[in-house]
C-alpha cells in the first residue's frame, strides 16, 4: 500500500523534482535545432507566431524607407498609383460582375507595365478587363484586404482614413501596410494561381523571411531553398497536401510561392537557367536589407 504524502519534506522534494524538469524543457526549447536552421524552437515559435511589426515582435518593419527605396517596390509602385486615381475621381462604379471599369482599367496599364509589357498585352487582348491586367486585379485585391477601399452607395471609392496615406511624406506608413495585408492576410496562392495552395508555406512566412536574410546576402542556389528556408514541419505538411501528384512536388512547388510574391515587391531578385524559364538562384536586394529587420531574442539582423 502506497502511503499519502503527508511530510513537507516529500513536498519539498517534488517541488524540487517539478523545477528540474521545467529547467529541463526551457533547456530544450533554448536550444539551436540544426534541422531548424540553427534555431531553438523557442526562437522559430516567436517567429511564426508573434504579430509583424509590433512592440516585441520577431519582424520589425522600417517606416521611414525613402522616396527612391519605396518606388523600387514595382507592387507599392503600382498600388499608390491605383489608390491615388481612386481618390482623384472619387469613386467608380464596378460592372455587373464587380470589376473595375475598362476605361479606369485602361488608364492604370502604363502605371503597372512597361512599354514591352503593354505592347504584349495589346497584342493578346481587344479591350482590357480588370483580370487581364492581373497586377492592377491583386493590387486592388490586396488593397481592400488593408481596409483602404471599399463600397459606398454602390460606389467604389478610397476610404477617408486612407486618404492621408497618400501623401508623399506618409508613403512609409502606406508601405507597410500594404506589405502586411500582402504577406499576412492576402491569399499568396491566388497571386501564383497554379498547383495546390499550400497554406503552410505563407502560415511560417516568417521563417522564410528569416532565413533569406541569413542565406540569401549573395546568390543563393534555388536547389537548396527547400530544405534551408521551409521548416521540417512545412515541408511534410506540403508534401501531404500534394501526395502523389503527378507533376508537382514541395521543390517545384515552393520557389513560385516565396519568390513571385518577393520579387512583386523587390525584396529578392532571381538568376534564371540559361532556357529563361526556371530560377538558377535567388538573393535578397537593398530594399529587403532597409525594410526587414528581425528581433528573435538575442539574435538579431
Known amino acids: 500500500m502506497v502511503s499519502p504524502i503527508d511530510d513537507k519534506s516529500d513536498y519539498a522534494f517534488l517541488a524540487a523534482v517539478n523545477r528540474m524538469l521545467a529547467e529541463e524543457t526551457a533547456r530544450g526549447n533554448a536550444a539551436p535545432d540544426p534541422e531548424m536552421g540553427g534555431l531553438s524552437p523557442e526562437q522559430v515559435t516567436r517567429l511564426i507566431y508573434s504579430n509583424w511589426d509590433e512592440p516585441g515582435s520577431a519582424i520589425q518593419l522600417n517606416?521611414?524607407?525613402?522616396?527612391?527605396?519605396?518606388?523600387?517596390?514595382?507592387?507599392?509602385?503600382?498600388?499608390?498609383?491605383?489608390?491615388?486615381?481612386?481618390?482623384e475621381k472619387e469613386s467608380v462604379t464596378l460592372t455587373s460582375a464587380g470589376n473595375l471599369p475598362?476605361?479606369?482599367?485602361?488608364?492604370?496599364?502604363?502605371?503597372?507595365?512597361?512599354?514591352?509589357?503593354?505592347?504584349?498585352?495589346?497584342?493578346?487582348?481587344?479591350?482590357?478587363?480588370?483580370?487581364?491586367?492581373?497586377?492592377?486585379?491583386?493590387?486592388?485585391?490586396?488593397?481592400?484586404?488593408?481596409?483602404?477601399?471599399?463600397?459606398?452607395?454602390?460606389?467604389?471609392?478610397?476610404?477617408?482614413?486612407?486618404?492621408?496615406?497618400?501623401?508623399?511624406?506618409?508613403?512609409?506608413?502606406?508601405?507597410?501596410?500594404?506589405?502586411?495585408?500582402?504577406?499576412?492576410?492576402?491569399?499568396?496562392?491566388?497571386?501564383?494561381?497554379s498547383g495546390p495552395e499550400a497554406h503552410a508555406i505563407q502560415q511560417c512566412f516568417a521563417y522564410t523571411l528569416y532565413r533569406l536574410s541569413r542565406l540569401a546576402k549573395e546568390w543563393l542556389a534555388v536547389d537548396r531553398l527547400t530544405e534551408e528556408t521551409?521548416?521540417?514541419?512545412?515541408?511534410d505538411e506540403v508534401g501531404r497536401e500534394l501526395g502523389d501528384h503527378p507533376y508537382w512536388t514541395v521543390a517545384k512547388l515552393a520557389p513560385g510561392r516565396i519568390f513571385v510574391p518577393l520579387e512583386d515587391w523587390s525584396l529578392v531578385e532571381t538568376e534564371q537557367e540559361e532556357d529563361g524559364y526556371r530560377d538558377k538562384a535567388v538573393r535578397i536586394t537593398p530594399l529587403f536589407r532597409a525594410f526587414l529587420q528581425f528581433d528573435l531574442g538575442g539574435r538579431s539582423r
Not at 507595365?113 to 481587344?126: G, V, Y
Open 63 to 87: 517606416h521611414n524607407l525613402s522616396l527612391e527605396q519605396r518606388e523600387s517596390s514595382p507592387f507599392f509602385r503600382g498600388a499608390r498609383a491605383f489608390l491615388l486615381a481612386l481618390a
Open 102 to 193: 475598362r476605361a479606369f482599367v485602361g488608364e492604370m496599364i502604363e502605371s503597372f507595365l512597361d512599354p514591352k509589357e503593354q505592347e504584349q498585352l495589346h497584342a493578346i487582348c481587344k479591350v482590357v478587363n480588370e483580370h487581364d491586367l492581373f497586377l492592377l486585379h491583386i493590387a486592388r485585391v490586396v488593397c481592400q484586404v488593408a481596409g483602404l477601399t471599399g463600397r459606398w452607395k454602390g460606389r467604389y471609392r478610397v476610404k477617408k482614413k486612407t486618404i492621408p496615406l497618400l501623401a508623399d511624406d506618409a508613403g512609409g506608413e502606406l508601405f507597410a501596410t500594404l506589405f502586411m495585408s500582402y504577406f499576412r492576410k492576402f491569399n499568396l496562392s491566388y497571386r501564383v494561381q
Open 230 to 235: 521551409l521548416l521540417p514541419g512545412v515541408r
